[in-house]
DNA sequence: GTCTATACCGGGATAGAC
DNA sequence: GTCTATCCCGGTATAGAC
């Protein structure tokens, strides 16, 4: 039947989101140029010749794998603008987001994967950039842009000493003043 | 003659240096996985062959081209360690130190780059928390060595707007209080 | 629609001619 | 000692059986 718990089309989702799951996975562990479509479809328990079929390329699934969700604008009070970029750093020590992970994970050595991160980062400075004027305005908000960026990397791909699994709130509460110098 | 103006032994070290910049100059640019020995032998002006001759393998080429100059050592006073610190990033900003950003580009992707970035970092770590004190000294270290990190990455490797090709002596300025405000 | 088998290419590394 | 030719592996992608 048609109306079996279990439809065609269903089942072809599941398997979609699986092979997701996997590549973002992997991605983020190893990059982009060291996961081999082979290693994704036997983490999703299917075959490559699927992963092909779904994604149509190793260069489209990193795409989709990576594409970031809308991050919430930056704007008002320099103070507002710290706690707005400050809870977004929280949003990405917390929830152990793999697909922006991804996209860190390569952004120096693949280009599409840099030119994500570029964008992100050059949207986020633009609007903090607004807010502050002066002559080195976008030179200071690319910084602070920096800054957050280096805490997730120090933290969650480096794995430094001191950085690796520390409490995010830590992090934030000691990055707090440093950011303030930047964008008062 | 054995007493010529370009003996053997000296054209030898010549080819070798000459692998060694077009190495470093590849891998800075491409980072490990995307440099090939063939693309290095032809920057070089040789084959291969030779490249392997000379150097082995291409993980013993990368050693070669990434193993750092010793760091001057950082201690002192807060107000020292800050200036070392930041004549530290100085130096990495003005000496177009490919070497050094070779090892940065492939940090993310490959194991022996990032151990050598982290045990890099480690090291300093360990001499700034020395002076620091108090219950987070080690994370407030390495959030220090990440901030420096982020700088060149964001002004060398990912080029973002507003940092590329900034002056130095701006960005030093600028992450001096911020610097401050974590090793005080 | 799903998987098996394979084509095809480009990589690192090596053997042997000169 | 230097280079040509080649091996072999593992990658993405595809064709075709079920």
Known sequence: MSSEPTSRAERRERTRARILTAARDLFAENGFDRT????VATAAAT???LVMRYFGSKEELFRQVAEAGAEPPIEGSPGRVEDLLLAALRDKLTTGDTGTLALLRSML???AAAEGVRQSITEQQRQVAAGLGGEDAMTR???VGM???AAVLGRDLLKLE???GADPEVIIELLRPAVQTLIR
Chains 1, 2 share one sequence.
Request: net charge neutral.
């Open 141 to 143: 908000a690319a910084l």
């Open 109 to 111: 050595t693949h280009p």
């Open 36 to 39: 081999t479509i082979r290693a």
């Open 147 to 149: 800054i957050t960026l």
């Open 47 to 49: 075959d490559p010749a």
């Open 162 to 164: 001191g950085l690796h």
